[in-house]
């Protein structure tokens, strides 16, 4: 089947799955707590897309050319059924990769389950190593001595190289890249370091707060040498460079300095079946009403929307602003 292009020759080869819109931290950039404070904030449970209805959603994407899944929230290990979710998923022929995002607080009572349901690949949001500095990225929820007893879980469970996500702030967390960097030079995980977005409406963005990927990459070039190494394929986010001396690799995350919607693979579908087709959608097309009509409408409708996309976001940034308060929240779409 030849590949499935928007008008920009974008192809649909990434799907992120949110399977809940809850979560047990409430960092600043994603889900203020003084904002979401209790379940009301939050969509009803029942509003949930069921393991059967986010399996018949993948397999209608993977028909149309996605071969990566990730499975997003909120905080996904927060759903009871997500080994149920994991398992469908990775019995799907096609599916190249599979991977979860997390915090990692709950991971060692699920690391090992995830692993024998078919998950692949873990990727952990960690933003700072120091304790005072993570409960400020965490919204007062956590500690970082719980991350790494999910670390240590995951590892133990097979995950052998994980990554790890850190949004950085001016002001915030930037005093903690060097540290962060310096912990996991030397294992085969990977650190990337995102620049602060302007996702969703209630997170006070502002252009003063980011602290661009090429700052970063000064500051740790100044302690040890790196080498670019681009981008592991067509449509990856993240800019690679590995430690010259053989140290391991970071990575940067650049949508604000140096955006790449021109490589823009991605789709995205919301904990009741909501799809978006950009990260800083203001709105998406409901995909539940589509459930009820057969396998062959339900790619049609796909593909119909993929081949008329036109986002750009990132691109057109400072002339949108006018646009943010329509915005959807990342936790409710999945990062």
């Not at 904030?41 to 059967?52: C, E, I, S, T, V």
């Not at 719980?146 to 005093?175: M, S, Y």
């Not at 067509?234 to 300095?257: K, L, T, W």
């Amino acid at each position: 089947m030849s590949a499935l292009l928007d008008p920009r020759q974008r192809p649909l080869r990434d799907l992120r799955i949110s399977v809940i819109d809850r979560c047990n931290f409430r960092c600043p950039y994603c889900m203020p707590v003084e904002r979401f404070g209790g379940p009301s904030a939050f969509m009803p449970k029942g509003d949930w897309l069921r393991p059967d209805e986010i399996e018949r959603i993948a397999r209608a994407f993977v028909a149309l050319g996605v071969r990566k899944l990730r499975l997003t929230g909120g905080e996904p290990l927060l759903r009871a059924e997500l080994p149920e979710i994991v398992e469908r998923l990775a019995r799907i022929e096609g599916v190249e990769d599979l991977a979860l995002t997390t915090n990692a607080v709950l991971l060692p009572k699920h690391a090992e389950i995830l692993r024998r349901a078919g998950l692949k690949r873990l990727t952990i949001s960690l933003d700072a190593l120091d304790p005072d500095v993570f409960k400020r990225m965490s919204g007062g929820q956590g500690e970082v001595s719980e991350v790494f007893a999910g670390i240590a879980a995951a590892e133990a469970a097979g995950f052998a190289r994980l990554k790890f996500n850190c949004v950085v702030q001016r002001g915030v967390n930037e005093d903690d890249v060097l540290s962060l960097a310096e912990h996991f030079r030397g294992t085969p995980h990977i650190v990337r370091f995102i620049e602060y977005m302007d996702v969703g409406t209630c997170n006070r963005w502002s252009r003063a707060d980011v602290v661009d990927s090429a700052e970063l990459l000064a500051r740790i070039g100044e302690h040890w040498s790196l080498m670019p190494v681009g981008r592991s394929q067509p449509g990856e986010v993240a800019e690679r460079y590995r430690y010259v001396d053989g140290g391991g690799e970071i990575g940067f995350i650049s949508s604000v300095s140096a955006p790449f919607c021109g490589d823009c693979t991605r789709a995205r579908v919301s904990a009741d079946g909501e799809w978006f087709t950009c990260l800083f959608a203001s709105r998406g097309v409901a995909l539940r009403p589509l459930l009820g009509a057969d396998d062959a409408s339900l790619r049609a409708a796909i593909a119909s929307r993929w081949s008329a996309r036109a986002d750009r976001y990132s691109e057109l940034r400072a002339e949108r602003e006018r646009e943010a308060a329509a915005r959807v929240e990342m936790f409710r779409m999945g990062g």
